[in-house]
Every structure is written in structure tokens, then in C-alpha cells.
């Protein structure tokens, strides 16, 4: 896999701070493969509940993921819409919903061998 094509890993989480390698700090992050950008929820009308929104791994997908990382927050407050797990598993890609240290944790495992996107949640 080229260095362009290959999704940054996360260096650092701690409460409202993703540190991303080669791409700076974020509260809130779309990483994805070739880059990674402050994930605004006012884009998508994302809440709480009932969650991310299908537009908000759109473009995920658009960059390339294969797999996609899902992350509920800290204190697991973030659901995830049923019509986002159902885009993607209509779209073949396997999805992973976990609180955020658990998505890091398998975010950055799956970023050292494919073409990974993930959506992280830094607070509650």
C-alpha cells in the first residue's frame, strides 16, 4: 500500500483530543485513507441521537475505506442511525462500532494493513 493511499494512524487520545499523525488535532475526526479532517456534525445535522448519519461515511467511502471505524464517544453516548449500517453493509463494507479507545485501538491495527476510515467521537 503507497503512503498516499494509507490511512494516518491516531497517535494520542485523551478527552476532546485525537492526535493524528501527519495531520494534526482534532476534537472530532474523519480519518480516512490519504488524510483526515475535523468532523463537523453541523454538515450532516449529526446528534447524539439518533446518530451518524449515512452522509457522514459517504465520505469515508469516497476516499477509498474498505473497512470503517465507528466510534460511540468515551461514555458510549453516540449511537450510530440503523440506514448508516445498512449503506454499508449494502456497499459490502465491514463496519466496526465501538467505544472510542476500542476504535483507536482497532483503527490504527487495521490502518497498518488496508485501506481503513473511521469516524471518532472524543468526548462523551
Known amino acids: 500500500m503507497d503512503e498516499k493511499s494509507q490511512s494516518p494512524r491516531i497517535s494520542n487520545v485523551s478527552w476532546g483530543r485525537l492526535e493524528v499523525e501527519g495531520q494534526g488535532a482534532f476534537k ?6 490519504g488524510g483526515a479532517r475535523e468532523w463537523d456534525w453541523r454538515e450532516t445535522g449529526t446528534r447524539h441521537v ?13 476516499h477509498g475505506a474498505e473497512v470503517v471505524v ?13 440506514e448508516t449500517l445498512d ?5 459490502g463494507i465491514p463496519a466496526h462500532v465501538l467505544p472510542t479507545e476500542d476504535a483507536v485501538r482497532l483503527y490504527n491495527e487495521l490502518a497498518a494493513k488496508q485501506k481503513v476510515g ?6 462523551c
Open 28 to 33: 472530532d475526526a474523519k480519518l480516512y485513507p
Open 50 to 62: 439518533p446518530g451518524i448519519q449515512p452522509a457522514d461515511v459517504a465520505e469515508l467511502l469516497e
Open 70 to 82: 465507528l466510534s460511540k464517544g468515551v461514555l458510549e453516548r453516540l449511537q450510530v442511525c440503523p
Open 87 to 91: 449503506l454499508l453493509k449494502n456497499k
Open 118 to 123: 473511521g469516524l471518532f467521537h472524543s468526548t
